[in-house]
């Protein structure tokens, strides 16, 4: 959590760039990481095994954002039960948990927001702290039901084939490259 609060911090003083980001690297990363914690929970951490290539992000963003989003569902995935982190160009964040009505997932974005049945420890700071950094990577962050109960949390982000350029509020916002002539 204080990584992540003074990653918020650092992103509202500074101005960042988003960079060209290896996303198999770092989610192999992350997933190695994670896996000994899931395994003492009696949870499964399943990564489905694609080629997502690289995409546009803040340096040290997207670690903050997967590492926050497994915490959670790791919080309220029952034992037995698959966390799945399906990546791509657009991760996903998977769990079993109770999942939220769509009221609640929109709500979840707020900062020390929890929802009112919740019967897990939190400080309803980590996805306050995760919108910010997946928008100033160009990209967008939204919380959708899982097939089988539980949460989806997908980050849509930009792959490198697209450029970025800042809007006239500042936010980065994808380019379509274009293709060279033959």
Do not use: K, Y
């Amino acid at each position: 959590m204080v990584h992540g609060l003074l990653a918020l911090a650092r992103l509202g003083n500074t101005a960042t760039t988003p960079e060209p980001t290896d996303l198999d690297a770092m989610l192999a990363d992350r997933a190695a990481m994670w896996q000994s914690l899931a395994a003492e929970q009696h949870v499964i951490l399943a990564v489905t095994r694609t080629t997502a290539g690289r995409v546009w992000a803040i340096p040290g963003a997207l670690e903050q954002v997967i590492d926050n989003l497994v915490a959670n569902a790791l919080r309220v995935s029952p034992p037995g039960t698959t966390l799945t982190r399906a990546p791509g160009a657009e991760p996903h964040v998977i769990d079993q948990g109770p999942g939220m009505p769509p009221a609640d997932r929109e709500r979840a974005f707020d900062r020390f927001w929890r929802a009112s049945d919740s019967h897990h420890d939190g400080t309803g700071l980590s996805l306050p702290i995760v919108r910010p950094l997946v928008r100033a990577s160009g990209g967008e962050i939204t919380l959708h039901p899982a097939p089988d109960g539980g949460l989806d949390a997908r980050v849509c982000l930009h792959p490198l084939a697209h450029g970025l350029t800042r809007a006239g509020d500042g936010s980065p916002r994808p380019t379509r490259a274009t293709a060279p002539a033959h």
